[in-house]
Nanobody, 119 residues
Framework: QVQFVESGGGQVHPGESLRLSCTWS????????MGWYRQAPAKQREFVAG???????DYADSVSGRFTISRDNSNNTVYLQMNALKPEDTADYYC?????????????WGQGTRVTVSS
């Protein structure tokens, strides 16, 4: 099994920024749409942002205009730049393959990286 490895989380104050990174060692990384997901305490995991191999992006309404997803296919890495963070952004963040209309593969979930936004 090849799991994603997320990093970059931390504890910040409202209004501050964080940049998350996610790497995946599979050779078909550059062919697949990738996504960031998050799971807040006592809530279901939800989609945050997605990016196609050619760069087209989309976002959940709750983060649009504040978060930016990007990727570096040469390093099999996906990034999530998070600006103007809010307490409601507090969650464990994960990345995974994000094929439209298909649930992310369970076998690829990594440990995630925790983001805590509090004053």
């Amino acid at each position: 099994q090849v799991q994603f490895v997320e990093s970059g989380g931390g504890q910040v104050h409202p209004g501050e920024s964080l940049r998350l990174s996610c790497t995946w060692s599979r050779s078909d990384f550059d062919q697949l749409r990738m996504g960031w997901y998050r799971q807040a305490p006592a809530k279901q995991r939800e989609f945050v942002a997605g990016i196609y191999s050619f760069g087209l992006t989309d976002y959940a309404d709750s983060v649009s205009g504040r978060f930016t997803i990007s990727r570096d296919n040469s390093n099999n890495t996906v990034y999530l730049q998070m600006n103007a963070l809010k307490p409601e952004d507090t969650a464990d963040y994960y990345c995974n393959v994000a094929k439209p209309g298909v649930p992310p593969p369970n076998d690829f979930w990594g440990q995630g990286t925790r983001v805590t936004v509090s004053s």
